[in-house]
């Protein structure tokens, strides 16, 4: 049965073409959610909502329908359970280059992001003849074992009715000071959060607001790896199924770790004595490899039960496709570390100076890692996914700067609504 959305697309001819794109995503990834390219679907609503493609213009929208609204074009992974996600709708890298928010307090920053937001939606509407009232976003929702659509009003900001709020989403009496890399607001239509160290926009979209539809199923072709290198294009292009997709995987969840201290919400430091430096500390004779990775309390506290009891060893997978055994230690869980530690540091370090004679250097000329050496390669924190229910395989690798700060911001966020 057709379903109508905001656009009026035909949701069965549309779930078609996402059924092809989802059948390739063991070309890419081995989750259980297909993996969508973005510009797949742009191009796929434009060809079955029969619009003008904005796509590759660099602007506010991604097409523009017959009748001239306006639309911004989305795909992103979604728990339907949370029914809600943050996602960029606006870069401002190059006003931040030229000082725009610089040491702006937050209530001055989300004032100059919304106006420059505003000005840019309307400028793109003028420029490219789009009608700016009635635009809307369609959003591709990509789930476990499918995906659905969701479609919701994109409209300016409201300037005059900017409030600040809570990292859960409740209104405050005034912006706190310390929203020193977020800041959040709501003009009481939609909740925005602005990342002052990306320079991002981020919008709120839920489910309970807007069109969504029913889930629709996309089928993975499990074995594509295997029809390429046999020459089966007929297999390849089968979109009847002949090859079942399988269960779908569980998803036991993921942290990130940070590799420095967060005792300090100003500066980013590492430990010159313990974390990653454990070894240059004192006390006793120490070797190059003894150290751990650091669980901040804040880890055990919004996703308790994560990891195994204190001292209970698991495998622990690393990117080099090496398994390692491996436990959290130490008073209050706080610390990740292999059996015998000299072993994951051994990646770790490696992965940090590029090479491990250069690491192993550092002992003998008591040189401990300090937060430059994790800004110089871009990764200041790890990544860990737990892969079973027992909780005895995990997965680790390396998370780019700021995935801890988003990583604490999206739990505590969806924790609260």
Do not use: C, D
């Given at each position: 049965m057709t379903q109508i959305s905001y656009s009026q697309i035909d949701i069965a001819a549309y779930s078609k073409l996402m059924q092809f794109a989802g059948r390739l995503s063991r070309l890419f990834s081995d989750t259980p959610t297909p993996l969508i390219d973005y510009r797949f679907v742009e191009k796929a609503f434009v060809a079955v909502a029969g619009a003008r493609d904005l796509s590759r213009k660099d602007i506010s929208y991604d097409a523009a329908m017959p009748?001239?609204?306006?639309v911004g074009v989305k795909t992103f992974?979604?728990?339907?359970?949370?029914?809600?996600?943050l996602e960029k709708v606006a870069e401002f890298t190059k006003d931040a280059k030229n000082g725009e928010f610089a040491g702006f307090p937050p209530e001055a920053v989300a004032s100059v992001v919304s106006e420059l937001r505003n000005v840019r939606l309307r400028s793109d509407a003028a420029e490219f003849g789009v009608t700016l009232d009635g635009s809307f976003y369609h959003c591709l929702l990509r789930v476990a074992g499918g995906a659905m659509v969701h479609e919701e009003d994109m409209v300016p900001i409201d300037q005059e009715a900017i409030k600040p709020i809570s990292a859960q989403g409740k209104l405050l009496a005034k912006f706190p000071l310390e929203m020193k890399d977020h800041v959040r607001f709501t003009d009481g239509i939609k909740d925005y959060t602005f990342n002052r160290s990306k320079n991002t926009l981020m919008q709120r979209f839920r489910l309970s607001t807007g069109f969504t539809s029913p889930k629709f199923d996309l089928s993975i072709q499990e074995n594509i790896w295997g029809l390429l290198l046999a020459g089966d294009l007929d297999g390849f292009l089968n979109l009847d199924g002949q090859s079942s997709p399988g269960p779908i995987a569980e998803s036991f969840g993921e942290v990130v770790l940070p590799l420095y201290s967060t005792q300090s919400s100003v500066i980013k430091t590492?430990?010159?004595?313990?974390?990653?430096?454990?070894?240059?500390?004192?006390?006793?004779?120490?070797?190059?490899?003894?150290?751990?990775?650091?669980?901040?309390?804040?880890?055990?506290?919004?996703?308790?039960?994560f990891f195994p009891p204190r001292d209970k060893k698991f495998d622990l997978h690393l990117p080099s496709g090496e398994v390692v055994t491996a436990k959290v230690c130490q008073d209050g869980s706080k610390a990740l570390m292999s059996d015998p530690n000299t072993v994951l540091c051994g990646w770790l370090f490696s992965t940090i100076d590029g090479d491990y004679s250069y690491a192993e250097s550092r002992l003998a000329r008591r040189l401990p890692y300090t937060y430059d050496d994790l800004a110089k390669i871009g990764k200041d924190s790890v990544r860990v996914k737990r892969m079973d229910a027992e909780g005895t395989k995990f997965e680790l690798e390396f998370a780019p700067i700021d995935s801890y700060e988003d990583f604490v911001a999206g739990a505590e966020e969806s924790d609260t609504e």
């Open positions: 009748n001239g609204v306006g992974g979604f728990s339907a359970s949370a029914g809600h996600k590492v430990a010159a004595k313990s974390g990653i430096n454990q070894w240059n500390a004192g006390g006793r004779q120490r070797s190059f490899g003894e150290a751990y990775i650091p669980i901040p309390r804040k880890v055990h506290h919004l996703n308790p039960g």
